[in-house]
């Protein structure tokens, strides 16, 4: 799949943003916090993992996903998210102090 | 102007529940005995597993006990580069609960794993995979074990202690320490598993005035400031301790407890008459705090009971007269009252946890047994007084 398909679904890079945070969760959880249904997000899961992106572990029914931190497409993902979201705060905290601007 | 604030502490976190000394005074052949068990967990780990079960009264150190046991045999492993976790479950807080006791345990590993979906049976497997997978050897300490016993029964500690039987060749992984009171529980059990379980047993017995003596005052050392506790004021603590069957913890709460009253009394000394104060206001709040652990409904039913006993004055109400307390509780509160059997089960865990006692009575004149329930040692109006407090936050 090409990086522009993979990261072009706002569920999928919820996803990603979520694990990053949680470390791993199961798919109701995650399905949960991305406020999706489970079909939809059992289908994205299954995206990023086929792209290397997230790995799972089966206890029983219950299936964990999380980062897959020996692949160089998850890292190179995570450190993408986290530049991202820290730009943001930083941005935020520019603006804190300038009137009419909410956040 | 405020006054300069003075403290007869140095640190008072010495004094809390779950602090653990680095030395256990008179404790230390069974510790040296705990340790003789578990040493082929650093020998040669997965070989075997062990179980232990630690008896004694309350405050004769079985939690202490155990739980520098594990701090010692973590230090030692992650010396040698064993992955072993030492984990400690007070049954009761989980209401004897084997899945709740066992989730505890996995999510030491897996912090979010999801709390529903699966069995206990499924959850102990799911425990052993993940020992496997990360080859790791857990201690697990079943904290009032009674509390399992009573709620589970025999198949649960069963299944804990048979586990190994259904993994043939492979690594022993899991090795239990259950803690309790009285040996007399055990009878519960099949004898099969109790003959598992009461091959290794250390007794402990109740600390003597002297020995109690001996470890508040390294408690003293530890908590206060030099020439703050003098020796007539530890000596009447390990009395009163003493007189509470050798209650250490009691001993070492009634300290704290004094101390407080020193520095509200703006006093430099804790003075015997510190202690006096401090004796009389425990005894009530011991249990109290443990009210919060109840869910909704047996909060609703333990008040229902506490305003029986209240209001009638009687030494003993019969589940039919607690069940109509109840009803009215629940219509105060606005929520629907919930099944008789629903109510038994509540009665149970109520018990189990020490809240009430039951007992079984004859009916005199008519046929069949009615159950009769009391407080032990528990005021009425405390008792009220705590959990109305708890019901205004949930409600």
């Given at each position: 799949m090409k990086l522009e398909d993979v990261l072009s679904s706002r569920l999928r890079i919820r996803i990603i943003k979520v694990l990053i945070q949680v470390g791993e969760l199961n798919v109701s959880e995650i399905a949960r916090r991305i406020n999706a249904n489970y079909k939809s997000t059992s289908m994205h899961l299954k995206i990023l993992e086929d792209e290397g992106v997230l790995q799972h572990k089966t206890y029983g029914r219950i299936r964990l996903y999380r980062l897959n931190q020996s692949s160089p497409r998850a890292r190179a993902v995570q450190n993408l998210v986290e530049i991202w979201e820290h730009a943001n705060k930083g941005e935020r905290q520019d603006y804190s102090g300038m009137s009419g601007v909410n956040f | 102007m405020m006054s300069r604030y003075k403290s007869?502490?140095?640190?008072?976190?010495?004094?809390?529940?779950?602090y653990v000394p680095y030395k256990l005074p008179h404790r230390d052949r069974e510790l040296r005995l705990l340790t003789e068990f578990f040493s082929f967990i650093l020998?040669?780990?997965?070989?075997m597993a062990q179980r232990i079960v630690i008896a004694g009264d309350v405050g004769s150190g079985k939690t202490v006990l155990s739980q520098r046991f594990g701090m010692n045999a973590t230090r030692e492993a992650e010396k040698r580069g064993i992955n072993l976790h030492y984990v400690h479950v007070n049954c009761r807080e989980y209401r004897g609960s084997l899945f709740l006791i066992l989730y505890h345990a996995v999510s030491v590993f897996h912090?979010?794993?999801?709390?529903?979906?699966?069995?206990a049976e499924e959850l102990l497997q799911i425990l052993l995979q993940i020992l496997d997978e990360q080859d790791a050897y857990v201690i697990l300490t079943l904290d009032e074990f009674e509390s399992l016993i009573e709620r589970e029964g025999t198949e649960a500690v069963y299944k804990l202690t048979r586990l190994q039987e259904t993994r043939?060749?492979?690594?022993?992984?899991l090795s239990l320490i259950c803690v309790m009171r009285?040996?007399?529980?055990?009878?519960?059990?099949?004898a099969s598993t109790r003959s598992t379980l009461q091959s290794n047993v250390i007794h402990l017995k109740k600390y003597s005035k002297r020995q109690l003596v001996d470890i508040l005052s390294d408690r003293v050392s530890l908590?206060?400031?030099?020439?703050?506790?003098?020796e007539d004021t530890v000596s009447l603590i390990a009395d009163i301790a003493s007189s509470e069957g050798g209650n250490a913890r009691f001993g070492i709460e009634l300290l704290w407890r004094a101390g407080k009253y020193a520095d509200a009394d703006d006093l430099s000394v804790v003075t015997p008459e510190c202690v006096r104060k401090a004796a009389s206001s425990i005894y009530a709040v011991m249990r109290k705090?443990?009210?919060?652990?109840?869910s909704l409904h047996e909060k609703l039913f333990l008040l229902g009971i506490a305003r029986f006993f209240k209001e009638s004055e009687r030494a003993y109400a019969s589940l039919a007269e607690a069940e109509q307390a109840y009803a009215v509780v629940c219509e105060e509160f606005n929520v629907k009252p919930r099944s008789h059997t629903q109510l038994w089960k509540y009665l149970r865990t109520l018990s189990a946890v020490g809240f009430v006692k039951t007992e079984v009575s004859e009916n005199i004149g008519s046929r069949g047994r009615s159950t009769l329930i009391y407080l032990p040692r528990i005021s009425a109006h405390e008792l009220e007084k705590e959990l109305t407090a708890l019901l205004e936050k949930d409600v």
């Open positions: - | 007869v502490f140095k640190d008072e976190t010495k004094l809390d529940i779950n020998q040669a780990p997965g070989k912090p979010s794993f999801p709390k529903r979906g699966y069995s043939v060749n492979k690594p022993q992984r009285n040996l007399k529980i055990l009878e519960k059990l099949d908590a206060f400031k030099p020439l703050t506790v003098p705090s443990e009210a919060a652990y109840l």
